[in-house]
Every structure is written in structure tokens, then in C-alpha cells.
């Protein structure tokens, strides 16, 4: 679990930049909700991780795309959607993209999110390489969650792409209140099973789960706790993508005060030279990835 100092931007310009990607992420943030009704099927195409995309999750990658690239601080964009990174101008800064995290959650109309990570290297880049990272919510209300320059602060968007900031300084509550856990039971490890029980006796937390990563993981930055996506029987390294998940995620619950792992370490330790590549995921305050470090030792 081991933490280290949360990297951040070093220069003016990079902090412009900055700037300029948040207030895309913002701004794009009430289209891409607008355009979702008619894209809630899916394509003929599979995403590079094998899974079929819906219309939406390249209807909002390629909006991200064309704002994001056009930023003049901006050198490489990448996102889940697409197989390789593109070069966008002669900018320092790479930015990594989940356009619709949680785009199973279309059909039954539930919670999902975008996710961006900034990295000052070249894609795929190192988890101490970020210097801000977010995400957008789209529930009942439009949310978004900033991590950079060492603090974490929560803005509302509205309709009219105009946002407000309405909390600072955002860190994990210490008494973690919400639990939740992906993936089939039968296919969890013994060590993780035998984690979760142990995890579910405790009368002060209860279960919180939705299905879209980011949902559940605004849930514990909100109440506390602890969410895993772990590696599977099937899949032991895990679900979810080190660039466009992990890392940004870890980011943001680090910055926040509380820790990340892939079971042994920081997710922002991770190391995978792959875009693509995957990680089992947990995050929630220090004491429970402790445990569960231990648990899985
Ligand atoms: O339903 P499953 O297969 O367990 O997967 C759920 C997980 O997959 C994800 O939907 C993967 O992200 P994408 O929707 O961006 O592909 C996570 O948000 C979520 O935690
Ligand atoms: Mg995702
Ligand atoms: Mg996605």
C-alpha cells in the first residue's frame, strides 16, 4: 500500500492546461448527458478490451476527443475506446479517458461517469506520473470530483454547462459506513472471499453496490468504507484498466486522505507497460486496504 507523494503540476503552463481539460470535462459534461437516450444500445464494435460498445461510449470518447485534443497544452489523448493513443499536437501533457464508465448501466438507466487522468508523459505513463485527475457523476444530480494540487473538490454541473464549486477540500470520513465488492462470488480467490465475510459481520457497514466503478466509488468518498473490483479465478488480473481507472482512481483516493491497491500495492505503483492492461482494484480509508493487504498476503 505503500504511499508516496502525490505527484502535482510544476509549471504555469501545465496548470493552465489543466484548467483548460477540466472545464472540457465540465463543459462537455451536459451534451454528453443530453445525447445519451438515443445510444443506449449497443454498436457492432468491440472496444479493445473485448467488450461491445454502446453507441454512447463512442459518441462521448469522440466529443472528448476533439475538445480535449484541440487544447493547445495537450500532446496525446487515449481512452478505453480506442486502440492506441493519438497524437493531438506538441503539448507535454497526456490525457488518459473513460468516456462512460458504467455504459452496462444505459439499459436499466442507473448511475455512470467519465474519468479522466493527466499525465506529464507520454502514454501509457506511470500512476506517479499523473498531476490532476476526476470524474464526472452523472446521477440524479451532475457531480464532479477534481483531485490535483493536492486537495480534492467537488463541483455541480449544470444544464447550461456552467459548474460551482460546492466542496473543499474533500477528504474520506474516518468511520467507513459502505461496502461493496464486483464481480461473481463463485469467482472471488478463497483470500478474498474470506476478506469480504469478514468485512460483512461488521454491523457498522452496509452494502452499496451499483454495478458502474465510479458510482461506487463516489460512495466511498462520500461515506467511508471500502470498494474492490479484485482479481477473479477467471480473470486474476482483475476487470479494470490500470490507465483509465486505476490510476486516476487511486489518485483521487490518495489525494483524498484515504489508500489504493491492486492487493499488494499503491494502484498508483502499479506497473504495466500495456494501454490496455488490467488490475484488480480496491480503494477506501487506510485501515480496511490494510487489511485487506493482509488478508491477501
Ligand atoms: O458487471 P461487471 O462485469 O462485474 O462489471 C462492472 C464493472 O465494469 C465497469 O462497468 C467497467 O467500466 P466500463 O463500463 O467503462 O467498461 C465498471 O464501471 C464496473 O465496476
Ligand atoms: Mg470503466
Ligand atoms: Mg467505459
Keep these: 500500500m505503500a504511499t508516496k507523494d502525490i505527484n502535482t503540476a510544476d509549471s504555469a503552463s501545465d496548470t493552465r492546461t489543466i484548467d483548460e481539460i477540466v472545464d472540457v470535462i465540465a463543459t462537455t459534461a451536459p451534451e454528453i448527458r443530453t445525447g445519451l437516450p438515443g445510444r ?24 472528448l476527443c476533439e475538445r480535449i485534443g484541440a487544447l493547445d497544452g495537450v500532446g496525446e489523448y487515449a481512452s478505453e475506446e480506442r486502440p492506441e493513443s493519438i497524437d493531438v499536437g506538441t503539448g507535454s501533457l497526456s490525457v488518459a479517458v473513460d468516456p462512460l464508465d ?3 448501466n444505459l439499459k436499466p438507466n442507473n448511475t455512470m461517469g467519465t474519468i479522466f487522468a493527466v499525465y506529464d508523459a507520454p502514454l501509457p505513463a506511470n500512476g506517479r506520473d499523473i498531476v490532476a485527475a476526476g470524474y464526472v457523476l452523472f446521477g440524479p444530480v451532475m457531480t464532479m470530483i477534481i483531485a490535483r494540487g493536492g486537495t480534492v473538490d467537488e463541483y455541480v454541473i449544470y444544464d447550461d454547462a456552467t459548474y460551482e464549486l460546492i466542496r473543499e477540500d474533500i477528504s474520506v470520513p474516518d468511520e467507513g459506513s459502505v461496502y461493496g465488492f464486483g464481480g461473481r462470488v463463485p469467482n472471488w480467490t478463497e483470500e478474498f472471499e474470506a476478506f469480504a465475510r469478514e468485512i460483512e459481520q461488521d454491523a457498522s457497514r452496509k452494502l452499496r453496490y451499483g454495478g458502474s466503478m465510479i458510482g ?10 471500502i470498494f474492490s473490483y479484485p482479481a477473479l479465478e477467471s480473470a486474476p488480473e482483475g476487470k479494470l484498466r490500470v490507465q483509465f481507472e486505476g490510476y486516476p482512481i487511486g489518485y483521487v483516493l490518495e489525494t483524498a486522505g484515504g489508500a489504493s491497491s491492486d492487493g499488494e500495492k499503491s494502484l498508483l505503483d502499479v506497473d504495466k507497460p500495456d494501454l490496455h492492461a488490467r488490475t484488480p482494484l480496491h480503494i477506501g480509508n487506510t485501515n480496511l486496504i490494510a487489511k485487506l493487504e493482509s488478508a491477501l498476503d
Excluded at 443506449?40 to 466529443?63: C, H, I, K
Excluded at 461506487?216 to 468504507?225: A, E, F, M, P, S
Design 40 to 63: 443506449r444500445v449497443a454498436s457492432e464494435v468491440q472496444n479493445p478490451s473485448g467488450e461491445t460498445q454502446m453507441a454512447a461510449d463512442v459518441f462521448a470518447d469522440d466529443l
Design 102 to 104: 458504467g455504459s452496462s
Design 216 to 225: 461506487d466509488v463516489n460512495q466511498i468518498l462520500t461515506y467511508g468504507g
